[in-house]
Nanobody, 115 residues
Framework: QVQLVESGGGLVQAGGSLRLSCAASGTTFSVRSVGWYRQAPGKQRELVSSIGGSGDTTYADSVRGRFTISRDNAKKMVYLQMNSLEPEDTAIYYC?????????WGPGTQVTVSS
């Protein structure tokens, strides 16, 4: 059973940085695609970034150039470095992993960016 646990969220001022981490277990992690989604109050959940097993990455237009996704297969970890944060980045951030056609979700971590 895949389990994901996010950490690293918090309160930061606009222009600041945070690094989110996601720890995975119960999966052949190195070959799986992993993603970060976010959901702001009153808005739909959206894909922020993803990284494939081969290291290929995608980014939402709203975060490209500010956020960087990376993974450490030996530790079964995925990271999201978030720089130049904006109040619009305030949301709950979720880690996801696709395993045999099923998407697992972590419980989420809150990111709040004050203006």
């Amino acid at each position: 059973q895949v389990q994901l646990v996010e950490s690293g969220g918090g309160l930061v001022q606009a222009g600041g940085s945070l690094r989110l981490s996601c720890a995975a277990s119960g999966t052949t992690f190195s070959v799986r695609s992993v993603g970060w989604y976010r959901q702001a109050p009153g808005k739909q959940r959206e894909l922020v970034s993803s990284i494939g097993g081969s290291g290929d990455t995608t980014y939402a237009d709203s975060v490209r150039g500010r956020f960087t996704i990376s993974r450490d297969n030996a530790k079964k970890m995925v990271y999201l470095q978030m720089n130049s944060l904006e109040p619009e980045d305030t949301a709950i951030y979720y880690c996801t992993l696709d395993e045999d056609g099923i998407t697992a979700w972590g419980p989420g971590t809150q990111v709040t960016v004050s203006s």
